[in-house]
């Protein structure tokens, strides 16, 4: 779950981090070994040539009397190396007088009879030193030179050296995993922008297509697969349009006929009460089936671009009170009570008054058929900071929270207990299409005990103070007589 929600960017840059900080330690313990190396090396060469030296002390001093050998030693070890400096043989005795106090106290490793040669570690009052101790023949007879040095100095750069390396690991991580980022970000920026257009691409602007770079890479070769993909949806969505718009058109004729000819034969006197009861259903379904078809054609002229709708300065006020005029006589015919504004701002809206008309219809109607008995429908608006908000609120049956994102959607039904209503499911769908065409928002709220509230956003209005719509409105207006004037 958690790596579904880290983006790649991030995932690239705990990547690279990562990476980069392996990379360090083994950087850094290489570093460290061959340094540790180096640092021996060179000190076994300081030991090396501090015994060559004294090689030639002893060449030099070869036939001079024990005293005068003693005193030049004594002076070399002082010289050099702080006084550890020996000539022992074989078995570890002292060939010559002690040189110094140091070397007296020094720990000497013990020589091996066999090999005496060595180049070994040694402890002190706590400090280490190196020792290294190599034979020399000296007229005929066999010695061993050893000499030490401390090592002091070589773990203080080591140790100089792993503290700069642990200083800058901080530093130099973050300045990797910001480059990491920075690096993956601008690389993968040209996925945001094909995620971005291939979002914005749907029923109503499916011909857009993404922009292609000629970078002949794989994100190239992503964004022709997606046009591709986009040309053959478009295609298949060009097709299923015509059909519903030519079925839609061509049904209508079919339909009217056969209404027409179930009316006439109903105000046939002598037709018996059967045949009577069986035309009146048929002009039912009839009526219904008109109904649909017109529906249909309206989605499928709105799923046609561009849209033209004629646009005029529309006063909200005014309209909002002709749609209720008009719906009063259903909203009594179902018991319901209808509460509008009793006063109200003139708004302007530029649109098409009709289209407007019915989508505060639609909106009306659908709260009548889902409210309760002795219901309540209340429709409001608000106006704040250049948008006006009218609200159609029922207290009926509401909404389930899973059907929600679906109500807008052509053809669908909520669950069982909304079904009882007669409907096809497309009314929504158009009031949705014409808030888009007016660039207004349409959403919808709802509780299973406060009932249904459907909103519409309008931006931009323009406002000018009118006399306010009175809550009486007349009755005597028929559904009919709306239907005809949206027409």
């Given at each position: 779950m958690l790596r579904e929600r880290i983006s790649i960017s991030l995932r690239l840059t705990l990547w690279f981090?990562?990476?980069?900080?392996?990379?360090?330690?083994?950087?850094?313990?290489?570093?460290?070994?061959?340094?540790?190396?180096?640092?021996?090396?060179?000190?076994?060469?300081?030991?090396?040539?501090?015994l060559d030296r004294l090689e030639q002390l002893l060449i030099k001093d070869e036939g001079a009397t024990a005293p005068k050998r003693d005193h030049d030693l004594a002076e070399f070890a002082h010289a050099t190396g702080n006084g550890l400096v020996e000539v022992l043989h074989p078995d570890g005795t002292l060939a010559y007088g002690p040189p110094t106090a140091a070397a007296s106290s020094f720990p000497w490793p013990k020589l091996q009879v066999d090999d005496p040669t060595m180049f070994v570690r040694a402890t002190s009052d706590g400090q280490p030193y190196w020792v290294l101790a190599r034979p020399f023949s000296l007229a005929g007879n066999s010695v061993v030179l050893i000499a030490a040095a401390p090592e002091a100095g070589n773990l203080l750069v080591i140790e100089n050296f792993l503290w700069g390396l642990l200083a800058s690991a901080p530093l130099l991580l973050v300045i990797s995993s910001a480059s990491g980022y920075w690096v993956s970000r601008r690389a993968l920026k040209p996925v945001d922008r094909i995620?971005?257009?291939?979002?914005?691409?749907?029923?109503?602007?499916?011909?857009?297509?993404?922009?292609?770079?000629?970078?002949?890479?794989e994100l190239q070769r992503l964004s022709e697969t997606c046009n591709a993909m986009f040309d053959r949806l478009e295609s298949s969505v060009n097709q299923?349009?015509?059909?519903?718009?030519?079925?839609?058109?061509?049904?209508?004729?079919?339909?009217?006929?056969?209404?027409?000819?179930?009316?006439?034969?109903?105000?046939n006197p002598q037709i018996d009460e059967e045949s009577r009861v069986a035309l009146k259903d048929i002009v039912d379904e009839m009526a219904k089936a008109a109904i649909l078809l017109e529906e249909m054609l309206t989605l499928a002229r709105a799923d046609s671009l561009p849209v033209a709708l004629p646009r005029t300065q529309v006063d909200l006020a005014w309209m909002i009170k002709d749609v209720c005029t008009m719906a009063q006589p259903i909203v009594e015919q179902h018991g319901l009570q209808l509460l509008v504004p009793g006063h109200l701002s003139g708004v302007m809206v530029l649109g098409d008054a009709s289209a407007l008309k019915r989508l505060l219809w639609i909106l009306l109607d659908n709260a009548v058929k889902y409210s309760n008995p002795n219901g309540t429908i209340t429709l409001s608006v608000e106006t704040l900071a250049g948008q006006t908000k009218v609200m159609v609120h029922d207290n009926g049956i509401g909404i389930s929270p899973a059907d929600l994102p679906?109500?807008?959607?052509?053809?669908?039904?909520?669950?069982?207990?909304?079904?009882?209503?007669?409907g096809n499911g497309l009314g929504l769908a158009i009031?949705?299409?014409?808030?888009?065409?007016?660039?207004?928002?349409?959403?919808?709220?709802?509780?299973?005990?406060?009932?249904?509230?459907?909103?519409?956003?309008?931006?931009?209005?323009?406002?000018?103070?009118?006399?306010?719509?009175?809550?009486?409105?007349?009755?005597?207006?028929?559904?009919?007589?709306?239907?005809?004037?949206?027409e």
């Open positions: 981090g990562c990476a980069f900080f392996a990379g360090w330690v083994l950087f850094g313990v290489s570093m460290w070994a061959n340094l540790s190396h180096t640092l021996k090396g060179e000190r076994r060469q300081t030991l090396d040539r501090r995620s971005a257009t291939a979002r914005s691409i749907s029923i109503r602007n499916i011909s857009e297509r993404i922009p292609v770079s000629p970078t002949g890479d299923i349009k015509r059909f519903t718009a030519d079925a839609s058109h061509e049904l209508r004729g079919p339909l009217s006929f056969t209404r027409t000819v179930a009316e006439v034969a109903l105000k679906f109500v807008f959607d052509r053809f669908y039904r909520a669950d069982p207990s909304r079904s009882v209503v007669e009031a949705k299409w014409i808030a888009e065409t007016h660039q207004a928002e349409l959403s919808v709220t709802s509780d299973a005990k406060g009932g249904t509230s459907f909103n519409i956003v309008f931006d931009n209005v323009q406002t000018s103070t009118v006399q306010g719509i009175s809550t009486e409105i007349p009755s005597g207006q028929s559904q009919e007589h709306f239907a005809t004037a949206l």
